[in-house]
């Protein structure tokens, strides 16, 4: 009789009473067209590819003087879902960024333009300091910004990024580094210094 082995992924999930799941994401989310990424790092996966785990293994490798840039985003504004789509045996995720950058100047709106006509990645971090990506190497992350120039005397501006992806797992995990045009980020480092 074959072994079944549909159910060995299966695993508790506990939460111990009164540990803080802190909400939100910080001030400042990275991003790049993914034709400048040479190599993806990868979900650990069964026989049956199955993702075992939703932290990336390996780091982004992107191609010669490529750099990932940097939008800063009013946090309080700011959010990342997850919902499943799809029907089963074929349901995946759904994973949507709304990010709210205050400005709408010319840079936000040249930014604008080249965030509307690119396939891009968002690695974006948690309240508890671990890095999550927003974009597949599988599909297409669809991507929308509208800006708003406000209204009266005391309206906000605001240009709003809108990103939805596919992926396997809600927002994978990150831990590999960050090449960045200030200098590396070892997003698997939980030491702030």
Known sequence: MPTNNCSA????????????????????????????I????????????????????????????????????LPDKSQVTSEAQGEVPSQTQLNKLTAVHPAVGEEASAA??????????????????KYRVIGSDMWNTKTTVAQDLGQGATGTTSTTINAEATDVVPAPFYEGTIETEDGTIDAGNDDPD
């Open 38 to 73: 040479a190599k993806w790092p990868t979900l650990p996966k069964d026989a049956q590819g199955r993702p075992t785990a939703a932290v990336y293994q390996g780091s982004f490798v992107l191609v010669a003087d490529a750099t990932w840039k940097y939008i800063d985003i």
């Open 112 to 129: 604008s333009a080249y965030l509307n006509n690119n396939d891009n990645v968002f690695i974006i971090e948690d309240m508890k300091g």
């Open 9 to 36: 992924l299966q695993k508790s999930l506990s939460w111990c009473q009164g540990t803080p799941e802190l909400p939100g994401i910080k001030r400042r989310l990275y991003y790049i067209a993914k034709s400048l």
